[in-house]
């Protein structure tokens, strides 16, 4: 669930890791993420994105309304980068069985697949990204993971062809969430991120 990363993204290329961290890892771990009842309602994020060698490249917030029909998701994002640029979005995201949810989405390549399992999921899909005049195609193997803080946080790694552009981490909190709670979150973070760098090695 990204906005357009632009130029940045062109000549960024280094092979990527596999990884053998599957949703499944997971199901024991608690809070459980259900997105079509996180989502529903209001919802703020700040991103940013790191090229192959670590390097802060864009930083972004997104702000999202959510609906559920009880059968479609719909996420309504409209994202605002440090450079003044705007983009929208428009998921439609069905869930499909006990674990699995299938998206879509104006720039998004055939439909997004999701997992998820206890607090996590994982989306994978193909989207087409606004490069100047034309559009890159690159692949998402994107994770989230819900805090008991109530803070859902993110990180996408970015591929071409099977090679690593670089990586987009997102951390989703509802309006009104206590400050000191999200605050909290932070040292959440590290162990959430040594985990997945740890499984991708």
């Known amino acids: 669930m990204m906005g357009r990363l632009g130029s940045a993204l062109t000549s960024l290329i280094v092979l990527n890791s596999c990884t053998s961290m599957k ?3 997971f ?3 608690t809070p459980t993420l259900a997105i079509e009842e996180y989502f529903v309602g209001e919802t703020r994020a700040w991103g940013l994105f790191e090229d192959r060698f670590g390097k802060l490249r864009r930083q972004f917030t997104v702000d999202i309304v959510g609906t559920w029909d009880g059968q479609v998701l719909v996420l309504d994002e409209r994202f605002q980068y440090s450079d003044g640029e705007t983009d929208r979005r428009v998921w439609k995201i069905t869930r499909t069985g006990p674990h699995t949810y299938e998206g879509l989405a104006d720039d998004v390549v055939g439909a997004a ?9 994982n989306w994978r899909y193909d989207m087409d990204l606004k490069v100047g005049a034309g559009t890159l195609r690159v692949h998402f193997d994107d994770w989230m993971f ?3 803080s109530g803070v859902l946080l993110n990180r996408a790694r970015v591929s071409k062809l099977g090679f690593r552009i670089g990586e ?3 951390a989703f909190v509802k309006p009104g969430a206590n400050a000191a709670a999200a605050l909290g979150s932070v040292s959440e973070w590290p162990a959430a991120a040594a985990s997945l760098k740890a499984a991708s090695q």
């Open 146 to 148: 819900l805090q008991p």
């Open 168 to 170: 987009v981490t997102l």
């Open 113 to 121: 697949s999701g997992e998820a399992y206890g607090n996590a999921l």
């Open 27 to 29: 199901k024991e771990l």
């Open 23 to 25: 949703p499944m890892d």
